[in-house]
Each structure stands twice: as C-alpha cells, then as structure tokens.
C-alpha cells in the first residue's frame, strides 16, 4: 500500500502580477519504507514538493495524499496533527531554537504526545546517540558547528520515530565520516522500523545509499529510477 501519493501536483507561486510554476502536473507513488529522493538542479522543485507532501504548503492543482490523506482538504489542526504524530522533517536550514539546548531542541518534539518523563528522557538520549551528540547535550545552536546544528535536526526529526522522514539537504554541512555515519542511522531506522525516508539531495553520497532516485527539472518528473546500492 503506498504511503504516499501525488496526483497531477502543481504548485504557482505568485509572482508580481502573474504566477511562477514550481511544480508542473507530477505523478508519483511511494511505498510504505522507501529510502527515496529527489535529485536536480537547483531551483528545480525538490523542497516544494517536500513541503506539500509534509502538509506544510498545498497544491494548486491536483493531490497529495499522506497517510490516505489529502494535505489540501485537511483542517488547520488535522494537518498539525499529522506532521506532530507521523512526520519528522529536517529543513535545509536547521529551524533550531536559539534559547533551547541541544537537549531541549530535540525533546521539543516530543512535548506534543503522551509520554512518561521517564519515557521522554530515553528517547531523547537515544536519538542524540544516533548522531553522535550526547556529550553536547546542554549547548545552545549558537555554540555549535553547522554540521553539529545539522546532526540535532537530525535528532529531533527521528525521535518520535515517525512514519515519514522529509530530509530536505540532510548532509549539506557535514564531513564525509558524519554524512556516512548519519546515513548509515537513516539507513538502519528505514530497515528495523519501517520509516519511509524521502530525500532532497544533491549530495553523491546521499544518491549512493537511495533505494530509488526521482530526477526533476523545471518542476517536471525527468525520471525515476531504482538504485541499485553501490555502498
Ligand atoms: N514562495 C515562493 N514564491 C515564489 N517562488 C518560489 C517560492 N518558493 C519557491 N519558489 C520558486 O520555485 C522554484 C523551486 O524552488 P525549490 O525551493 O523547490 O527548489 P529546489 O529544487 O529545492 O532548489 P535547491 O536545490 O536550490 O534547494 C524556484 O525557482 C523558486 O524560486
Ligand atoms: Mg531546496
């Protein structure tokens, strides 16, 4: 059953008088645990389409449907349940709280569902372990590298262990060692808890660890091809 499905997508943005086509009647489906990303150039519509499907903008034309929901038709509260219970998105840039601590970045997520304080501790401990943060954990955003901003995004987008990852540009600011370290997290959280990854990436090494690479230009789908890994 497909997690995921977009139905003849167009996204306008208005632009002075007229309108900018960001994205131009896309068909795709994506299975429940793909490991997925968009590739192409800049400007070609991967965050876009990464923000409708995580009900953060709607379509102009046509559907998303998340969870065997339309983002469009979804109330403002549904939409924020959604995105609280069953997506963890990390932004091409961070959305870090300045006064929160890496600590409190990545609980924060979690603040929304019922949950032990016992419970919420564990969590956060143990996402903050996957990227390699634990000894960092009383550092405010502005104390830390952007690589290390980066890696508490990452943390905070997986500690719920969401149904869907949205991971817009997850290894812009990372070294080789952290970016295959955090894949390799992605990779193991995608096999043992079925979580569905969707990628933006322009990064070769983000492409090598893809089950499946959808290309896009001008807004359009250019191709879509399964990727044999090459790791
Ligand atoms: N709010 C907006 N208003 C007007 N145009 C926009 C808006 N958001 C995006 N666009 C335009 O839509 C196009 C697609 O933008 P998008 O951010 O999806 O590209 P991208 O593929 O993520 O690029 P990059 O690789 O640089 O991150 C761009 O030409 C951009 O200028
Ligand atoms: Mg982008």
Redesign the pocket.
Known sequence: MDIIKIENLVKN???GKGF?T?LNDVNLNFGKGEFAGFV??????????LNIIGSLDTPSEGRAIVMDKSVSELTHKQSAKLRNEHIGFIF?TYNLLPVYNVYENVEFSLLLQKMSGSERKKAVMQALEWVGLTDKIKSKPNMLSGGECQRVAIARSMVKKPQIVLA??PTANLDSKNSHHILQTMKKLNEELNVTFLF?T?DEKVMKYLNRIVT?ED?KVLSDKQNNLKL
């Open positions: 943005f208005p632009v900018f960001a192409g150039p800049s400007g070609s519509g991967k965050t876009t389409l091409q817009d540009e933006a322009h896009l807004g």
